[in-house]
């Protein structure tokens, strides 16, 4: 019996061993891919970035102007229409309705759905919808739209899910100090959520800035003009990238990814640092 016991345990610490530097060995590959892009990305772009390319008009030598500005345009739409929209949501389905209801499920499996669904879809929902059968033609408030309804489950969900975390008895002691439901929530409830919607607004603007396929559909590519007003054809970082690419301006399409590669990576460690940061000032406040 005694050696039937030893044999299992060790048997246990051999898989124990075995799964252990196995997951090491799968974190160890997947930093070693990212790092690989991200060097190789950096040392082809970094040096061909110049004032001309950053800041210049676009006549004999490329210019990335528009596309800053096109891509300002495109988040300042898109977040301050799924931003509003997506925390009502949340609010409401943790908030007002009953979690187990048939509603709820049948909302959450809806909002995971277009979650899931690729953006190439979007793309061709937006130019049915708002180039074509609204006649908003190639024009950067369509494509904002579109990438609106694109990124409002993620922020659907994440503001949920904050929503979710804070603790009942905030609640309750809210309602027995004799504060309303409204009053609670935006008094209580949001602010303690609120490094979770901020993480989330933040990584939804990262999204739109890295995405292609919806606006080749939705705003169309024009890289060497300024675009006048929102119902303007424009194009963003993510397509100058494409076009470069694929019309002969090798060294300007690595130095617009190392341009486009920097700038998401510092949103992603903007969310981090301010998460980290309001996850403080919860703690401190009680």
Not at 99 to 127: C, D, H
């Amino acid at each position: 019996m005694t050696e039937q016991r030893t044999a299992a345990h060790k048997r246990q610490v051999f898989l124990y061993a075995l799964l252990k530097y196995t997951a090491r060995s799968a974190l160890a590959l997947s930093l070693a891919a990212l790092t690989a892009v991200i060097v190789f990305i950096l040392i082809r772009g970094v040096p061909h970035i110049s004032t001309q390319l950053l800041f210049g008009d676009y006549g004999k030598e490329p210019s990335i102007k528009p596309a800053f500005v096109g891509t300002l345009y495109l988040v300042l739409i898109s977040i301050s229409i799924a931003a509003p929209v997506g925390i009502g949501s949340a609010i409401f389905l943790t908030e007002y309705t009953k979690s187990k209801s048939r509603l709820i499920r049948v909302i959450r499996i809806a909002v995971e759905t277009l979650a899931g669904i690729p953006s190439i879809v979007y793309g061709i929902f937006g130019y049915l919808v708002f180039v074509i059968a609204l006649g908003f033609r190639y024009s950067l408030i369509g494509g904002g739209i579109t990438l609106a309804v694109m990124v409002l489950p993620v922020i659907v969900r994440s503001t949920e899910e904050s929503l979710l975390a804070v603790p009942r008895a905030l609640r309750e002691g809210s309602f027995a100090l004799g504060s309303s439901k409204t009053r609670t929530i935006f008094s209580v409830v949001l602010p303690c959520a609120a490094c979770g919607i901020v993480t989330s607004l933040i990584l939804a603007i990262g999204r739109v800035i890295s995405e292609s396929a919806v606006l080749i559909m939705t705003i169309g590519m024009v890289v060497n003009k300024m675009p006048e007003n929102l119902t303007s054809p424009g194009t963003s970082l993510a397509l100058n990238v494409f076009y470069f690419g694929s019309h002969g301006y090798p060294e300007e399409a690595a130095a617009t990814g190392a341009v486009l590669l920097v700038l998401v990576v510092s949103i992603n460690v903007l969310a981090t640092v301010l998460g980290k940061l309001f996850g403080k000032g919860e703690l401190a406040h009680g």
